[in-house]
């Protein structure tokens, strides 16, 4: 497990103790697009907003970006040094790609703390064996564990709509991953029982990736998966629900997801392709964080 980090414990004006600062001093996250950061961009290049929660070329932020913002941001206020970060995780990857392909550059980097959330790729393909996903997800934390980083894991969505049917799978994964937590001693962020992440205003409209309101809820549910207070005590409240949608009007809103964005991902499975090939991870080397507004 980390060290725990030298501070000042001076009061503050008011009269109270500073929280202690986190531990980490180095975070590495793996993973896939949930990781990533799919779809919370940071601004394009020249300044201008990108669009926010729907498909975009700008680098995306995320919630592992937003958990390291905060981690940093309360070790420099007590203080202590600031955190440093990298992020390898990569769009589309299977479970075996984050394995083969991240691990091992992650530990390079000597972390004392990764996130390490993957399986949902599988999962939506119909020949997913859920106990030879979470065998491989454990051999991969007790590699990590073993070298005396923090791990933390993250359980899968309660999907509903057109993605209900894998309720069932979900939750033996997650069953699985709470196991190999208390084995190994690993944190865990608890997406299932995160009830604003059930409802369709928390998703892009490919529905499968977050908002930028949904990252920055689930990095809060991060902190607290880790240990540490979020920033919004509100964050696990549901959203105040919407009028009723009228049939019609949703079923000509899934139609328009069919076309728009089930299509093209059956197109890549018969091809055998990957929304992430090609691509190097967007922050593929430990650095002080935040970086300056131009590295981003």
Do not use: C
């Amino acid at each position: 497990m980390a060290d725990v980090t030298t501070q000042d414990s001076t009061p503050t004006p008011d009269g109270t103790t500073p929280a202690p600062a986190p531990p980490w001093t180095r975070y590495v996250a793996i993973g896939d697009s949930f990781s990533e950061g799919l779809w919370d961009p940071y601004p394009f290049d020249d300044g201008t907003p990108a669009p926010a929660g729907t498909e975009s070329p700008a680098k995306q932020r995320g919630w592992a970006d937003r958990l390291a913002d905060a981690l940093s941001t309360r070790r420099t206020a007590v203080g202590a040094p600031g955190l440093e970060y990298a992020n390898l995780a990569i769009r589309g990857r299977l479970l075996r790609h984050i394995l083969d392909e991240q691990v091992d550059v992650a530990l390079e980097m000597q972390p004392d703390l990764v996130s390490f959330v993957g399986g949902g790729n599988d999962i939506l393909r119909p020949q997913a064996d859920i106990d030879v996903l979470s065998a491989r997800l454990e051999q991969g934390v007790a590699t990590i564990r073993a070298t005396g980083a923090d791990v933390l894991l993250g359980t899968g969505f309660k999907a509903g709509a057109g993605l209900s049917w894998t309720r069932g799978r979900v939750g033996q994964y997650n069953a699985n991953i709470w196991t190999i937590a208390r084995k190994h001693g690993a944190h865990v962020l608890d997406l299932w029982g995160l009830d604003p992440l059930f409802d369709l205003r928390m998703w892009a409209d490919d529905r499968i990736h977050l908002t930028p309101e949904g990252h920055r809820r689930v990095a809060d549910a991060a902190l607290v998966g880790l240990g540490q207070e979020p920033d919004d005590a509100d964050y696990a409240v549901a959203l105040d629900p919407l009028p009723p949608q009228a049939f019609v009007e949703r079923a000509r809103a899934n139609a328009q997801w069919a076309r728009t964005h089930v299509v093209p991902w059956v197109q890549r499975r018969i091809k055998h392709t990957s929304s992430g090939d090609g691509r190097a991870p967007k922050w593929g080397e430990p650095a002080a964080w935040p970086p300056a507004d131009d590295a981003r």
